[in-house]
Protein backbone atom coordinates (compact mmCIF):
# COMPACT_ATOMS: atom_id res chain seq x y z
CA UNK A 1 0.00 0.00 0.00
CA UNK A 2 1.26 3.39 -0.91
CA UNK A 3 0.52 7.04 0.11
CA UNK A 4 -0.50 10.03 -1.68
CA UNK A 5 -0.95 13.16 -1.21
CA UNK A 6 -4.50 14.25 -0.04
CA UNK A 7 -5.21 17.61 -1.66
CA UNK A 8 -3.63 16.73 -5.00
CA UNK A 9 -7.95 15.48 -5.85
CA UNK A 10 -8.52 19.15 -5.72
CA UNK A 11 -5.84 20.13 -7.84
CA UNK A 12 -6.27 17.91 -11.01
CA UNK A 13 -9.99 18.03 -11.38
CA UNK A 14 -11.31 19.06 -14.40
CA UNK A 15 -14.77 19.72 -13.35
CA UNK A 16 -15.17 20.61 -9.54
CA UNK A 17 -18.34 21.03 -8.08
CA UNK A 18 -20.13 19.91 -4.89
CA UNK A 19 -23.94 19.46 -4.28
CA UNK A 20 -26.02 20.43 -1.12
CA UNK A 21 -29.13 18.33 -2.32
CA UNK A 22 -28.57 15.60 -0.34
CA UNK A 23 -26.95 17.18 3.02
CA UNK A 24 -29.08 16.70 6.60
CA UNK A 25 -26.80 18.00 9.14
CA UNK A 26 -28.77 15.68 11.75
CA UNK A 27 -28.05 12.98 9.58
CA UNK A 28 -26.93 9.84 11.51
CA UNK A 29 -23.55 7.74 10.88
CA UNK A 30 -25.45 5.15 8.96
CA UNK A 31 -26.96 7.94 7.35
CA UNK A 32 -23.53 9.40 5.53
CA UNK A 33 -22.67 5.52 4.57
CA UNK A 34 -25.93 5.06 2.72
CA UNK A 35 -24.78 8.66 1.06
CA UNK A 36 -21.50 7.57 0.05
CA UNK A 37 -21.90 4.69 -0.79
CA UNK A 38 -25.09 5.27 -3.86
CA UNK A 39 -23.01 8.05 -5.05
CA UNK A 40 -20.30 6.01 -5.42
CA UNK A 41 -21.91 2.85 -6.32
CA UNK A 42 -23.91 5.30 -9.39
CA UNK A 43 -20.94 7.14 -10.26
CA UNK A 44 -17.60 5.65 -9.31
CA UNK A 45 -15.58 4.35 -12.36
CA UNK A 46 -13.14 1.81 -11.54
CA UNK A 47 -15.13 -1.06 -9.85
CA UNK A 48 -14.01 -3.58 -12.00
CA UNK A 49 -10.09 -3.03 -11.70
CA UNK A 50 -10.39 -2.86 -8.30
CA UNK A 51 -12.07 -6.21 -7.86
CA UNK A 52 -14.31 -5.02 -5.55
CA UNK A 53 -18.04 -6.52 -5.16
CA UNK A 54 -19.83 -3.50 -4.18
CA UNK A 55 -23.09 -5.32 -2.99
CA UNK A 56 -20.82 -7.16 -0.46
CA UNK A 57 -19.48 -3.67 1.07
CA UNK A 58 -23.06 -2.49 1.41
CA UNK A 59 -24.11 -5.53 3.27
CA UNK A 60 -20.87 -5.64 5.61
CA UNK A 61 -20.67 -2.73 6.47
CA UNK A 62 -24.37 -1.30 7.08
CA UNK A 63 -25.22 -3.20 10.02
CA UNK A 64 -21.45 -1.95 11.38
CA UNK A 65 -22.40 1.89 10.89
CA UNK A 66 -25.66 1.10 12.60
CA UNK A 67 -23.58 -0.39 15.60
CA UNK A 68 -21.35 3.41 15.18
CA UNK A 69 -21.75 5.48 18.15
CA UNK A 70 -18.32 7.46 18.47
CA UNK A 71 -16.81 9.53 15.69
CA UNK A 72 -13.90 7.60 15.55
CA UNK A 73 -15.46 4.66 14.92
CA UNK A 74 -17.28 5.85 11.81
CA UNK A 75 -13.85 7.22 10.68
CA UNK A 76 -12.50 3.30 11.39
CA UNK A 77 -15.14 2.20 9.16
CA UNK A 78 -14.46 4.67 6.13
CA UNK A 79 -10.28 3.72 6.35
CA UNK A 80 -11.31 0.23 5.85
CA UNK A 81 -13.11 0.64 2.82
CA UNK A 82 -11.27 2.84 1.41
CA UNK A 83 -8.02 0.59 1.72
CA UNK A 84 -10.21 -2.15 0.11
CA UNK A 85 -11.11 0.37 -2.99
CA UNK A 86 -6.82 1.14 -3.15
CA UNK A 87 -7.54 4.45 -5.28
CA UNK A 88 -5.43 7.38 -4.16
CA UNK A 89 -8.18 9.37 -5.82
CA UNK A 90 -10.78 8.65 -3.34
CA UNK A 91 -11.39 10.50 0.12
CA UNK A 92 -13.95 10.97 2.37
CA UNK A 93 -13.96 14.42 4.58
CA UNK A 94 -15.39 14.45 8.10
CA UNK A 95 -17.50 17.15 9.19
CA UNK A 96 -14.56 18.24 11.20
CA UNK A 97 -12.36 18.14 8.09
CA UNK A 98 -10.17 14.94 9.26
CA UNK A 99 -9.77 13.87 5.72
CA UNK A 100 -9.70 9.45 5.00
CA UNK A 101 -7.83 8.50 2.28
CA UNK A 102 -4.76 6.06 1.25
CA UNK A 103 -2.77 9.02 2.42
CA UNK A 104 -3.57 8.21 6.03
CA UNK A 105 -4.20 4.67 6.25
CA UNK A 106 -0.95 3.04 5.47
CA UNK A 107 2.63 5.04 4.69
CA UNK A 108 5.05 2.26 5.90
CA UNK A 109 5.74 1.03 2.36
CA UNK A 110 6.19 4.46 0.89
CA UNK A 111 9.18 5.94 -0.50
CA UNK A 112 10.53 9.08 0.92
CA UNK A 113 10.46 11.79 -1.39
CA UNK A 114 13.67 12.67 -3.39
CA UNK A 115 16.01 15.65 -2.06
CA UNK A 116 16.31 17.28 -5.28
CA UNK A 117 18.35 20.11 -3.53
CA UNK A 118 21.43 17.59 -3.70
CA UNK A 119 20.78 16.90 -6.82
CA UNK A 120 20.90 19.20 -8.19
CA UNK A 121 24.01 20.27 -6.34
CA UNK A 122 25.75 16.62 -7.29
CA UNK A 123 25.06 16.53 -11.00
CA UNK A 124 26.07 20.30 -11.28
CA UNK A 125 22.63 21.56 -12.77
CA UNK A 126 23.14 25.03 -13.68
CA UNK A 127 21.21 27.76 -15.08
CA UNK A 128 17.98 26.40 -13.03
CA UNK A 129 14.60 28.47 -13.21
CA UNK A 130 12.14 27.46 -10.62
CA UNK A 131 8.53 28.55 -11.50
CA UNK A 132 6.23 27.93 -8.92
CA UNK A 133 5.05 24.17 -10.76
CA UNK A 134 8.11 23.61 -12.54
CA UNK A 135 11.87 23.73 -12.34
CA UNK A 136 14.11 23.56 -15.57
CA UNK A 137 17.93 23.49 -15.62
CA UNK A 138 21.03 22.69 -18.05
CA UNK A 139 22.75 19.42 -17.44
CA UNK A 140 26.32 18.87 -18.58
CA UNK A 141 27.06 17.83 -22.33
CA UNK A 142 23.93 19.56 -23.77
CA UNK A 143 21.08 17.79 -22.29
CA UNK A 144 17.97 19.95 -20.80
CA UNK A 145 16.33 19.07 -17.26
CA UNK A 146 12.82 19.06 -16.82
CA UNK A 147 10.53 18.86 -13.76
CA UNK A 148 7.54 19.07 -13.39
CA UNK A 149 6.31 19.41 -9.39
CA UNK A 150 3.19 18.64 -7.55
CA UNK A 151 0.31 20.69 -8.45
CA UNK A 152 0.81 21.65 -11.81
CA UNK A 153 -1.78 24.22 -13.60
CA UNK A 154 -2.32 25.54 -17.10
CA UNK A 155 1.31 25.78 -18.37
CA UNK A 156 3.00 25.61 -21.76
CA UNK A 157 6.84 25.10 -22.39
CA UNK A 158 6.93 28.26 -23.91
CA UNK A 159 5.95 29.16 -20.20
CA UNK A 160 9.39 28.40 -18.87
CA UNK A 161 11.70 28.61 -21.87
CA UNK A 162 12.24 25.40 -22.80
CA UNK A 163 13.39 26.86 -26.41
CA UNK A 164 16.26 28.76 -24.10
CA UNK A 165 17.91 25.56 -22.86
CA UNK A 166 20.70 23.21 -24.88
CA UNK A 167 19.19 19.88 -25.63
CA UNK A 168 21.16 18.61 -28.26
CA UNK A 169 22.33 15.45 -26.52
CA UNK A 170 18.80 15.27 -25.16
CA UNK A 171 16.18 16.13 -22.76
CA UNK A 172 15.55 14.26 -19.11
CA UNK A 173 11.42 15.12 -17.52
CA UNK A 174 11.87 14.05 -14.76
CA UNK A 175 8.35 12.79 -13.70
CA UNK A 176 9.14 11.14 -9.98
CA UNK A 177 7.45 12.26 -7.21
CA UNK A 178 4.86 13.83 -9.19
CA UNK A 179 1.83 13.17 -7.82
CA UNK A 180 -0.93 15.34 -9.18
CA UNK A 181 -2.08 18.92 -10.74
CA UNK A 182 -4.72 19.84 -13.56
CA UNK A 183 -5.21 18.00 -16.64
CA UNK A 184 -4.06 21.20 -18.44
CA UNK A 185 -0.58 20.90 -16.78
CA UNK A 186 -0.33 18.52 -19.83
CA UNK A 187 -0.06 21.99 -21.94
CA UNK A 188 3.89 21.52 -20.74
CA UNK A 189 4.59 18.91 -23.03
CA UNK A 190 3.72 20.44 -26.28
CA UNK A 191 7.05 21.26 -26.86
CA UNK A 192 8.19 18.00 -27.81
CA UNK A 193 5.87 17.59 -30.87
CA UNK A 194 4.47 19.22 -33.79
CA UNK A 195 1.07 20.20 -34.94
CA UNK A 196 -2.62 19.08 -33.35
CA UNK A 197 -2.26 15.33 -32.05
CA UNK A 198 -4.44 13.31 -29.68
CA UNK A 199 -2.74 13.11 -26.25
CA UNK A 200 -5.03 10.55 -24.72
CA UNK A 201 -8.78 9.57 -24.31
CA UNK A 202 -11.34 10.11 -21.64
CA UNK A 203 -14.40 7.77 -20.91
CA UNK A 204 -17.37 8.88 -18.61
CA UNK A 205 -20.31 7.63 -16.64
CA UNK A 206 -23.61 7.64 -18.60
CA UNK A 207 -25.75 5.01 -16.62
CA UNK A 208 -26.25 3.78 -13.18
CA UNK A 209 -25.34 0.95 -13.79
CA UNK A 210 -21.53 -0.17 -13.19
CA UNK A 211 -20.47 -0.74 -16.81
CA UNK A 212 -22.46 2.25 -18.42
CA UNK A 213 -19.96 4.10 -20.08
CA UNK A 214 -19.97 7.05 -22.96
CA UNK A 215 -17.58 6.36 -25.79
CA UNK A 216 -14.26 7.31 -25.88
CA UNK A 217 -13.33 11.16 -26.39
CA UNK A 218 -9.83 12.47 -27.41
CA UNK A 219 -8.15 14.86 -26.15
CA UNK A 220 -5.70 16.87 -28.36
CA UNK A 221 -2.95 19.44 -28.12
CA UNK A 222 -1.20 22.11 -30.27
CA UNK A 223 2.49 21.50 -30.39
CA UNK A 224 4.89 23.96 -30.69
CA UNK A 225 7.93 21.82 -32.19
CA UNK A 226 11.10 23.24 -29.51
CA UNK A 227 12.68 19.75 -29.00
CA UNK A 228 13.31 18.27 -32.67
CA UNK A 229 11.96 14.59 -33.08
CA UNK A 230 15.50 13.34 -33.09
CA UNK A 231 16.37 14.53 -29.84
CA UNK A 232 16.46 11.37 -27.90
CA UNK A 233 14.63 11.87 -24.38
CA UNK A 234 14.39 9.97 -21.60
CA UNK A 235 11.41 10.06 -18.71
CA UNK A 236 12.54 9.58 -15.20
CA UNK A 237 9.64 7.69 -13.31
CA UNK A 238 9.19 6.12 -9.75
CA UNK A 239 6.18 4.75 -7.56
CA UNK A 240 5.59 8.88 -6.62
CA UNK A 241 4.75 9.35 -10.27
CA UNK A 242 0.75 9.31 -9.55
CA UNK A 243 -2.12 10.66 -11.35
CA UNK A 244 -0.56 14.25 -13.14
CA UNK A 245 2.70 12.77 -13.23
CA UNK A 246 1.24 9.14 -14.84
CA UNK A 247 -0.82 11.26 -17.23
CA UNK A 248 1.90 12.53 -18.79
CA UNK A 249 4.18 9.41 -18.74
CA UNK A 250 1.44 7.77 -21.13
CA UNK A 251 1.42 10.77 -23.50
CA UNK A 252 5.05 11.03 -23.77
CA UNK A 253 5.54 7.17 -24.17
CA UNK A 254 2.80 7.25 -26.83
CA UNK A 255 3.85 10.74 -29.09
CA UNK A 256 7.53 10.72 -28.49
CA UNK A 257 10.46 7.94 -29.28
CA UNK A 258 11.23 8.71 -25.43
CA UNK A 259 12.99 5.85 -22.92
CA UNK A 260 11.09 5.62 -19.43
CA UNK A 261 13.38 5.19 -17.27
CA UNK A 262 13.54 4.09 -13.45
CA UNK A 263 10.63 1.86 -11.89
CA UNK A 264 6.49 1.20 -12.25
CA UNK A 265 4.24 4.32 -11.72
CA UNK A 266 2.19 5.05 -8.89
CA UNK A 267 -0.86 5.03 -11.52
CA UNK A 268 -4.21 6.94 -11.75
CA UNK A 269 -5.81 7.37 -14.24
CA UNK A 270 -8.70 10.03 -14.18
CA UNK A 271 -10.01 13.26 -12.84
CA UNK A 272 -11.99 13.59 -9.99
CA UNK A 273 -14.98 15.44 -8.37
CA UNK A 274 -16.40 16.25 -5.29
CA UNK A 275 -20.10 16.24 -4.00
CA UNK A 276 -21.56 16.97 -0.12
CA UNK A 277 -22.84 13.48 2.01
CA UNK A 278 -25.37 13.92 4.63
CA UNK A 279 -24.06 15.15 7.99
CA UNK A 280 -21.96 17.57 6.55
CA UNK A 281 -19.31 14.65 5.05
CA UNK A 282 -18.26 15.05 1.68
CA UNK A 283 -16.34 12.92 -0.74
CA UNK A 284 -14.48 13.03 -3.59
CA UNK A 285 -13.96 10.02 -6.21
CA UNK A 286 -12.85 9.70 -9.66
CA UNK A 287 -15.55 10.32 -12.43
CA UNK A 288 -14.05 9.89 -15.63
CA UNK A 289 -11.42 6.89 -17.35
CA UNK A 290 -8.52 7.71 -18.55
CA UNK A 291 -6.98 6.01 -21.78
CA UNK A 292 -3.26 5.57 -23.63
CA UNK A 293 -3.64 5.76 -27.68
CA UNK A 294 -3.42 2.26 -27.61
CA UNK A 295 -7.04 2.07 -25.68
CA UNK A 296 -5.42 0.78 -22.17
CA UNK A 297 -6.64 2.18 -18.95
CA UNK A 298 -3.53 3.95 -16.96
CA UNK A 299 -5.31 3.29 -13.85
CA UNK A 300 -2.81 0.97 -12.73
CA UNK A 301 0.61 2.50 -13.27
CA UNK A 302 3.24 2.37 -16.29
CA UNK A 303 5.88 0.00 -16.68
CA UNK A 304 9.40 1.89 -17.50
CA UNK A 305 11.28 0.71 -20.89
CA UNK A 306 14.35 0.38 -18.15
CA UNK A 307 14.39 -0.76 -14.70
CA UNK A 308 16.36 0.83 -11.74
CA UNK A 309 15.65 -0.07 -8.20
CA UNK A 310 17.52 0.68 -5.24
CA UNK A 311 16.18 -0.28 -1.81
CA UNK A 312 13.87 2.25 0.07
CA UNK A 313 17.10 1.88 3.08
CA UNK A 314 19.12 3.35 -0.01
CA UNK A 315 16.70 6.23 -0.87
CA UNK A 316 15.90 7.12 2.98
CA UNK A 317 19.94 6.99 3.78
CA UNK A 318 21.94 7.59 0.92
CA UNK A 319 20.16 9.49 -1.07
CA UNK A 320 18.96 11.76 1.39
CA UNK A 321 22.40 12.41 2.54
CA UNK A 322 24.77 12.54 -0.92
CA UNK A 323 22.02 13.00 -3.82
CA UNK A 324 23.02 9.97 -5.64
CA UNK A 325 20.69 9.32 -8.36
CA UNK A 326 21.31 5.96 -10.29
CA UNK A 327 18.07 6.29 -12.20
CA UNK A 328 19.22 10.02 -13.25
CA UNK A 329 22.76 8.80 -13.34
CA UNK A 330 21.28 5.71 -15.76
CA UNK A 331 19.34 8.60 -17.81
CA UNK A 332 22.45 10.15 -18.63
CA UNK A 333 23.80 6.99 -19.58
CA UNK A 334 21.20 6.28 -22.13
CA UNK A 335 21.83 9.82 -23.84
CA UNK A 336 25.32 9.72 -23.80
CA UNK A 337 26.09 6.64 -24.80
Not at 9 to 38: E, G, P, Q
Not at 286 to 299: A, K, M, P, Q
Not at 321 to 331: F, M, N, S, V
Request: glycine share 8%; net charge negative.
Amino acid sequence: MRRYITFLILLIAVNYSCTKDIVDDRATYVDVFDSFWHIMDERYVFFEEKNVDWDSVYEDYKPKFKEVKYYHQAIDLFEEIILELNDGHISVTTYWHHVISVSGIDTLNALPYLNYEKIYERYQLNNIREYPKVHIGQLNNSITYLRPLYGLDKISSADVGLANYEHKNGVILDLRDCMGGNSEGLGLLDGFFEGNKDLYYRQYKNGKEHHNFTKKYSVKLEGLGTVSSETPIVVLINDNTYSMGNFMASVMKDITACKLVGQKTGGGGGCVISVYLNGGWSLTYTFDRVYNLSGELIEDGILPDIEVLKSKDFWENDHQETGEDPQLEKALEVLLF
